[in-house]
């Protein structure tokens, strides 16, 4: 991990806070952008990379609470809260809407550090879970009609002849189709597929489900 495949956002209206934080992310190699207002950040070109959002409670635009269920749907880093006006309902609500820690100043650089590394450590994962299901939605677009129509069937765990029956084809055509969803998918088991479908959330059929696997 180097300085420049990260990234912090800090948003306070505080400028002795601005530069505070940012000289001390400086010092431990991390590279930090910081906004006096909600709108600033929200306007604000923002590199592809894993990253951190450090979000002041009180701002002169909008509650730090506020933006953050705003920008739920979209794609924004993990937020880390600070605040001096901390209180139980305002952590509550913070955190169960996803933030990584709620900071109530004065708080201690490790406090602050651990919750930063966790956040971009979370970013990370899910950016790389992102990537994962986009090159599985481009396997699937490889699959012909009739192969996206197997799929389903053999991940829920029907035997051959009785997908090739629901498809009214025959066991060695639904066979033939069967391995060729396995090569292009590029699952290495039966239990890769299926962790393939649940990760593009395919509807998986449950008509005539067994227990056994069709080989």
Do not use: W
């Not at 209206?13 to 940012?22: N, P, S, Y």
């Not at 006096?36 to 002169?60: M, R, W």
């Not at 933030?99 to 201690?108: G, Q």
């Amino acid at each position: 991990m180097t300085p420049h495949d990260q990234m912090v956002f800090i948003v306070d209206d505080d400028v002795r806070i601005r530069e505070a934080l940012g000289e001390l992310l400086e010092s431990h190699g991390m590279r930090a952008v910081a906004f006096g207002s909600a709108g600033d950040y929200v306007l604000a070109d923002k590199p592809d990379v894993p990253a951190c959002l450090i979000l002041d409670v009180e701002l002169p635009d909008i509650n730090g609470l506020d933006l953050q269920k705003q920008i739920a749907e979209g794609d924004h880093p993990p937020i880390v809260f600070i605040t001096g006006h901390g209180d139980i309902p305002s952590s509550v609500r913070a955190i169960k809407h996803g933030a990584v820690d709620f900071l109530t100043k004065p708080f201690s650089d490790a406090d602050l550090m651990v919750a930063i590394r966790a956040a971009i450590a979370q970013d990370r994962e899910r950016r790389s879970e992102r990537a994962e299901v986009t090159v599985l939605r481009q396997r699937y677009q490889e699959l012909t009609q009739r192969e996206r129509e197997v799929l389903p069937l053999v991940v829920s765990g029907l035997l051959n002849k009785q997908a090739a029956a629901e498809l009214g084809i025959s066991e060695v055509t639904l066979q033939i189709h069967r391995r060729n969803v396995m090569q292009k998918m590029a699952a290495a088991s039966l239990a890769d597929l299926v962790r393939m479908a649940e990760r593009l959330e395919i509807p998986i059929s449950h008509s005539r489900r067994t227990g056994g696997n069709g080989v």
